[in-house]
């Protein structure tokens, strides 16, 4: 008799890569607001406190810098604190504690040390909060040598690359996506990884063009390539995974095969993800070898609004997506001239 | 068990609130002077007034008609309309997540606040922020953000712009008890500290951060010791209590206005509703439920009814019409809000820059 598979939701599946951590690994604490609250991080890190005690999950005052640092100090000194910022905008107090202190101490020491903190911070947009509750940034913090930054977009890798994180003796910004919560999945065994072997990863393969996107932006690129594939038009799709340091040669590789990119980021235009994406792309490939100009998809450069009509315009969507992608391929006879 | 509203000289501890952080410690009637009946009146009307417009917004966010988050005041609408008594043309304001009393109490229209928490281009932030970005310039109230504690060095500023004017105009920060675990408020104090600038931080301590208790948070349970750290004048009073509200701001402004630099009120009050959103238990702290019983009953609006009627200065008429007065004029501007345009298409991009400079003066 055939077992119904077991599927696991993207926050549950959070919460496993935390079980996991804090029961494998003394030195694993995490600490940041609203870690004993039933509702403030999703199912994310359900009753962890009354699991683990509320020793090694500390909930905080509203102290985002200083909490920060605190973890950074304490992954100097043997633990691998997980800090948590329910809120990407929240977590911006403390960047100087990411940017400045945790992404430069190894290089500026001389590599002789590690500080292996990981930053979770949670992206929840949408629900008419506006400009300051809807921030993703993650091109911003791509930016930083010395970070490394996450971004799963399926329940598997949300539990295993936090688990990859937290193992890594780099310090690192691990975003996840509300908007990914629905997701669900039958998840294979743990298995430990390191973060420095992950990367992008080709999801869905075609000759017709490559999306490429990152977090719940793969997600929609993924949905987006059923859609054509239903058109007659075959996508290679690209997960980025890690965006930084950001390993292109999937993505190359992809563009010359198929001689069409579309990048999607659910961050802004300018100095984006999106940007690099064809940037490095673009680098790399003889523009001889491209069939069209590559495109991007992106957030309009312009705060979140509240107000419902502007607020459902102003996300990328599947619908948008394929309609770019079909205009690409449409476009044959455009060139670099 | 019966305390007095404000401390006197010998209780004051700035570590303790004493007997005002113990729900059932309060008096009936309130200790009103005859000579501010009037304020009161009109406060009072103020008060039933931001208590009505919360109750409209809690039942259309229950209803799913407003769909932004709404961090709702009622319970807590003495210590805005106390403050906004002594703020007069030429002042500016600050607020943060929990503002709608303080854009309601300084004069600002029903109708803006209903409007912007449907994301209508007639609200007060013409749709572009609803409940939690609210900004009323010609009432004096030059922002409210929700990143806790984003708006206290900004207010500082604004005194800073203040005394440099020389009109002896002032600044006033509103935010709560969670956002004094930020560094940005201990920067804050301790500059305008220095500055002498003329800024009035107005706490509201409600206990909670959240889903968090204060005892949760921080090793007292008054804030007052801040100032005190920063040589900044402080008081503390019943922030349920509208009058001792005003007898602690008054003085406190009158120091502000003579150049004495800024000065601190702890208010001393409690939620009725969940931290955000309509439901009065969501995200329980430590034993709120019993709390909230014992605090509803230390209710700003009937004690000064109660107490207003005992002084001869009111009668039930008058009372009942205030209330009907109240959802009468809520009403309407919800109607009226309801039937607003959103913004169109191209605000989202042509409100991002000015595209102006600076003229020569
Ligand atoms: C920088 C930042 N951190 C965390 C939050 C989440 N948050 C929103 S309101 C709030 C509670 C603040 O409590 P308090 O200042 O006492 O205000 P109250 O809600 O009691 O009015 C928190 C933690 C935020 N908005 N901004
Ligand atoms: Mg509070």
């Not at chain 2, 009037?38 to 009505?52: K, N, T, W, Y």
């Amino acid at each position: 008799m055939k077992q119904t598979p077991v599927t696991t939701g993207y926050g549950a599946a959070i919460r496993d890569g935390f079980e996991y951590l804090l029961q494998n690994h003394p030195s694993v604490f995490t600490i940041g607001q609203g870690l004993w609250s039933p509702w403030y991080v999703g199912n994310s890190m359900t009753d962890l406190d009354s699991q683990f005690g509320r020793e090694r999950v500390i909930d905080t005052p509203v102290s985002e810098l200083g909490c920060t640092g605190a973890a950074l100090g304490a992954a100097l000194c043997g633990y691998r604190p997980i800090v948590i910022h329910p809120r990407v905008d929240f977590m911006l107090l403390a960047v100087d504690q990411i940017v400045t202190q945790a992404a430069k101490w190894r290089s500026m020491f001389g590599g002789q040390v590690c500080a292996p903190i990981t930053v979770r911070a949670i992206i929840n947009r949408g629900g008419e909060q506006g400009a300051q509750h809807s921030q993703s940034l993650q091109s911003w913090f791509a930016h930083i040598p010395g970070l490394r930054v996450v971004m799963p977009s399926t329940p598997t890798d949300a539990r295993d690359l936090l688990i990859a994180s937290v193992l890594s003796d780099d310090p690192v910004l691990y975003l996840d996506d509300r908007w990914l919560y629905g997701l669900e999945e039958e998840l294979p065994p743990i298995e430990e990884r390191n973060l420095a072997q992950e990367g992008p990863r080709l999801t869905r393969t075609g000759q017709d063009l490559t999306l490429v996107g990152c977090s719940y932006s793969a997600h929609l690129c993924r949905e987006a390539a059923a859609r054509l594939s239903a058109n007659g038009i075959e996508c290679d799709v690209i997960d980025i995974r890690v965006l930084n340091p950001l390993d292109s040669t999937l993505m190359i590789k992809s563009a010359k095969k198929t001689g069409r990119v579309l990048a999607v980021d659910g961050d802004w235009r300018s100095c984006g993800m999106a940007a690099e994406v064809i940037a490095s792309i673009s680098e790399a490939v003889d523009p001889r070898v491209m069939r069209a100009a590559p495109r991007r998809v992106t957030l309009p450069d312009a705060p979140a609004p509240t107000s419902s009509p502007l607020e459902r315009s102003y996300y990328p969507t599947v619908d948008y997506i394929v309609q770019r992608a079909l205009a690409l391929v449409g476009a044959q006879q455009e060139t670099f001239e | 068990m019966r305390a007095s509203s404000a401390d006197t000289s010998a209780e004051r501890n700035a570590f303790s609130l004493g007997n005002l952080a113990d729900a059932g410690s309060y008096h009936e009637p309130l200790l009103i002077d005859p000579l501010d009946n009037e304020a009161l009146m009109s406060g009072l009307q103020r008060m039933i007034l931001i208590r009505v417009v919360e109750e409209k917004i809690g039942d259309m966010v229950s209803q799913g008609v407003v769909k932004c988050p709404c961090h709702l005041v009622i319970g807590q609408e003495a210590p805005a309309v106390g403050v906004a008594g002594y703020v007069r043309k030429g002042d500016r304001v600050f607020g943060a997540h929990r503002s709608h009393g303080h854009f309601l109490a300084l004069g600002g229209s029903p109708h803006g606040l209903l409007a912007e928490v449907q994301g209508k281009d007639t609200g007060v932030s013409r749709g572009m922020g609803g409940s939690m970005h609210l900004i009323d310039i010609p009432n004096g109230l030059f922002g409210t953000v929700p990143i806790v504690g984003a708006t206290i060095p900004i207010a500082v500023g604004a005194g800073i712009a203040a005394k440099m004017d020389g009109n002896g105009d002032m600044a006033v920060s509103f935010f709560g008890d969670g956002a004094t675990e930020e560094g940005a408020f201990h920067e804050s104090m301790n500059l305008a500290s220095t500055m002498k600038a003329p800024v009035l931080f107005v706490c509201e301590n409600n206990f909670f951060s959240s889903h968090l208790h204060i005892n949760l948070r921080q090793p007292d349970s008054s804030v007052c010791r801040y100032a005190e750290a920063h040589r900044v004048g402080w008081a503390r009073a019943d922030g349920n209590d509208l009058a001792a509200v005003r007898t602690a701001t008054k003085e406190a402004v009158e120091a502000i206005r003579a150049g004495e630099g800024p000065r601190f009120l702890e208010l001393v009050t409690y939620r009725w509703r969940g931290h955000v959103g309509h439901r009065e238990d969501e995200d329980v702290g430590v034993k709120r439920k019993d709390d909230l019983a014992a605090w509803k009953l230390r209710d700003p609006i009937s004690r000064l009814a109660v107490s207003l009627e005992a002084n001869g200065a009111l009668d039930r008429q008058q009372l009942k019409r205030f209330w009907t007065e109240a959802h009468t004029v809520v009403e309407e501007a919800w109607a009226e809000a309801s039937h607003d345009q959103y913004p169109p298409a191209k605000a989202l991009l042509s409100r991002v820059y000015s595209g102006t400079m600076a003229r020569k003066r």
